[in-house]
């Protein structure tokens, strides 16, 4: 289960950090990130993080968003910087997950966040 927050209503130019928390029966954990759909567009990548780090992010958010996560917890973070109305949308996290050492991962969806930037 993948449990999202920090979504809201923010002025242009403003800032917010989505978070989102794995939970339940994990043996593995891979890449978590996250995606968003803006009313009447498809759903795209905004950020993603593999398990050792590495980094990728959509050309529309570079320099402005930075995806973190931590082992522990198993959660992973968005902080978005410079919000621009363009980037109001839902914003789903993923995560790719195994839940046993035979169990191969698979993609796990949390629930919408939604963030609104007025402008």
């Known amino acids: 289960q993948l449990q999202a927050s920090g979504g809201g209503l923010v002025q242009t130019g403003g800032s917010l950090r989505l978070s989102c928390a794995a939970s339940g029966s994990i043996f593995i954990i891979g890449d978590m990130g996250w995606y968003r759909q803006a009313p009447g567009k498809q759903r795209e990548m905004v950020a993603r993080i593999t398990d050792t780090g590495r980094t990728d992010y959509a050309d529309s958010v570079k320099g402005r968003f930075t995806i973190s996560r931590e082992f522990p917890n198993k959660t992973v973070y968005l902080r978005m910087n410079g919000l621009k109305p363009e980037d109001t949308a839902a914003h789903y996290c993923?995560?790719?997950?195994?839940?046993?050492?035979?169990?191969?991962?698979?993609?796990?969806w949390g629930q919408g966040t939604l963030v609104t930037v007025s402008s």
């Open positions: 993923f995560a790719m997950v195994s839940r046993a050492l035979t169990d191969p991962l698979r993609p796990y």
